[in-house]
């Protein structure tokens, strides 16, 4: 497949419980996004990548959150601690070039997280 | 979190029928983008805009960039029943990479 990919599509966590969700971009993608989509809303960013590097995670909402990208393909969005208002499409999207004006910003089907 | 003025919320049309919806912030933004996203889906890139003014098309869908930079607007012409679903907006501003959404606007075709 030529697409973002996220796994698993559907997590069902009790409250407390540590959770890990998948990203895997569109392959030779250096910049890497994770976004938050609650019900009825817009997605909202929580983390960028370039490559393997973490520039920007001014949208994480606590330090339960945390994601990694250690070898610049495949990233993981790990939330500690799950509490109810975790509960959210957890979207990623990647994009090709590095310059912010014009690349697209491809999006996965994104992760339901269920927190009980 | 910050998430942009859409309107309207949700709209009900019947096949053929035109379709308007605009996107608007406080704060100026040099990238407009709109997405559509269906149920368990992801958002898909429909239109981009990168210019104050620029007025850009993708068949019956046409989209401006507001000249203020702090608005955008997105028109659906002859609507068919595959437009169903949730469009949304997305501007960036500065050299960051990250977008900022609407809240959404839901449209409905009826045949």
Known sequence: ?116 | GQQLNQSPQSMFIQEGEDVSMNCTSSSIFNTWLWYKQDPGEGPVLLIALYKAGELTSNGRLTAQFGITRKDSFLNISASIPSDVGIYFCAGRRGATNKLIFGTGTLLAVQP
């Open chain 1, 1 to 116: 497949g030529a697409g973002v990919s996220q796994s698993p599509r559907y997590k069902v966590a009790k409250r407390g419980q540590d959770v890990a969700l998948r990203c895997d971009p569109i392959s030779g993608h250096v910049s890497l996004f994770w976004y938050q989509q609650a019900l009825g809303q817009g997605p909202e960013f929580l983390t960028y990548f370039q490559n393997e590097a973490q520039l920007d995670k001014s949208g994480l909402p606590s330090d339960r959150f945390f994601a990694e990208r250690p070898e610049g393909s495949v990233s993981t969005l790990k939330i500690q601690r799950t509490q109810q208002e975790d509960s959210a499409v957890y979207l990623c999207a990647s994009a090709f070039v590095l310059a912010a004006s014009t690349d697209t910003q491809y999006f996965g089907p994104g992760t339901r997280l269920t927190v009980l």
